[in-house]
């Protein structure tokens, strides 16, 4: 089971993901608790929201939230709140970091299918990868459609690149060009980004790296074709 104390003497039941802030602060997405904690800087793990066999995702405070399964973590330049990909197709923010077991969990982008909207509304059929650009906007890899999207912040999803729907028949092969128009494998499973906003794609099963710039244009950055 899962033990908060300090250092060797913490037992977590799984990590998927970290986090860092620019104090030194980690957060650890405990993937089979399901669980958020903090480790400070003295090696001390507290819990800051989910609990153990969450099971469905349910919004809360602290161990009143769930989480199905916890994937990436990406931490906003403030260091004030934490977003995380989860198994149930959507997008949690976590906020009030600080206090144990009192972070504050909220979906702010839902499952089934991709609807540019307000938030709430808006949904990313399967994230696998978040980052934020210099302007507080996230950026999201949508594994299932093959895409990447983005969160304004005024919390309206909108696509950056890639299909909006499923493929029918065959997935396409991978092609550039503007957002709308390029395709890309059927599995993203990481992103980067610059101080330009250069948004760099992880394309897994194509076997390269890809490069969208802030006009929504699409590269391959490395990789041959085919």
């Known amino acids: 089971g899962n033990q908060l ?29 399901v669980a958020v904690r903090r480790v400070d800087t003295a090696g001390t ?19 009143g939230a769930t989480f199905g399964y916890i994937g990436r973590l990406t931490l906003d330049a403030a260091g004030t709140t934490l977003y ?5 197709n959507g997008l949690r923010q976590v906020t009030s970091l600080g206090v144990s077991d009192g972070g504050v969990v909220t979906t702010i982008a839902s499952r089934n299918v991709f609807v540019p909207g307000p938030k709430g509304f808006a949904a990313v059929v399967e994230p696998t990868a978040v980052v934020e650009g210099t302007d507080g906007t996230v950026y999201i890899a949508d594994r299932n459609l093959g895409g990447v999207r983005k969160l304004q912040r005024d919390g309206t999803l909108v696509n950056v690149a890639g299909p909006t729907t499923q493929p029918q028949g065959p997935w396409p092969m991978r ?52």
């Open 84 to 88: 995380a990909a989860t198994s149930n």
């Open 45 to 63: 793990v507290t819990d800051v929201a989910g609990q153990i066999y969450g099971g469905s995702e349910r919004d809360g405070t602290g161990t």
């Open 175 to 226: 092609t550039d060009g503007p957002g709308d128009q390029a395709t890309f494998s059927s599995r993203i499973l990481g992103l980067a980004i610059d101080a330009s906003n250069n948004v760099y794609v992880a394309d897994t099963d194509g076997c390269a790296v890809r490069k969208i710039t802030p006009a929504r244009v699409v590269s391959t950055l490395v990789g041959a074709n085919g």
């Open 5 to 33: 104390g300090t250092g060797t003497g913490v037992r977590l039941r799984g990590v998927s993901s970290l986090a860092v802030d620019r104090n030194g602060v980690l957060y650890v997405a405990d993937q089979n608790g």
